[in-house]
C-alpha cells in the first residue's frame, strides 16, 4: 500500500522556519521582553539611588540608543529630538566617568532617564522582534566601532 503523497517543497524543516518567520511579525516573548527590562530597570534604581557605576552608566547609554533607534523606525511615543538629547547627556556622562571616575548622574538626567527607560520598556512589550532584532544588530555595530565607551559592560540593553 502506497503512502501519502506529499507536496512538493512541504519538508520537515520548512515547517519550523515558517514558525521562525512568524516570530518576527509579533513582539519579543514576554518573558525575554521582561528579562531585557529588568536588566535595564535595575540599572536605573542604582542611578537613582546614586550608587551607579561603570556599568549602570553604560547599560543606560545602551537602552537610549536602542530606545532612540526603535523611535527612528517609528516605534516611539516620545519625539526623537527629547531622545536625542538625552543621549548626549548620557554619553558625555560616559566620557566624565571615564576621566575622572564618578559615575552619578544629575537629578535633571536621572528624570529624564525615568522617562526614556519607561517608553524602552513599552517597545520591548509591543514592538515587532524584527525592529528589535534590526535596532539591536545596529547599536552592536556601534558598540564594536567604539567598544571603550558602550561595552563596558559587556551586555546590550
Known amino acids: 500500500m502506497a ?19 512568524k516570530a ?6 514576554r518573558a ?25 552608566a553604560t547599560c543606560m ?15 516611539g511615543l516620545i519625539g526623537l529630538p527629547e531622545i536625542r538629547s538625552v543621549e548626549l547627556k ?8 571615564e576621566a575622572t571616575g564618578d559615575w552619578l548622574f544629575p537629578e535633571a538626567l536621572v528624570n529624564s532617564l525615568v522617562t526614556v527607560v519607561n517608553e524602552h520598556d513599552r517597545q520591548l512589550h509591543e514592538t515587532r522582534f524584527e525592529v528589535i532584532l534590526n ?17 563596558a559592560s559587556g551586555r546590550v540593553a
Open 61 to 75: 547609554a545602551q537602552t537610549v540608543l536602542l530606545t532612540g533607534f526603535l523611535a527612528e523606525a517609528g516605534h
Open 3 to 21: 503512502g501519502p503523497k506529499k507536496k512538493p517543497g512541504a519538508t520537515p524543516t520548512r515547517v519550523p522556519r515558517a514558525r521562525s518567520m
Open 90 to 97: 548620557v554619553l558625555e556622562m560616559l566620557d566624565r566617568g
Open 135 to 151: 535596532a539591536t544588530e545596529r547599536l552592536e555595530r556601534m558598540i564594536a566601532s567604539a567598544p571603550e565607551k558602550l561595552s
Open 24 to 29: 518576527f511579525l509579533l513582539p519579543l516573548p
Open 32 to 56: 525575554q521582553a521582561d528579562a531585557m527590562s529588568l536588566q535595564c530597570r535595575l540599572a536605573l534604581e542604582a542611578v537613582r539611588q546614586g550608587r551607579s557605576e561603570r556599568r549602570e
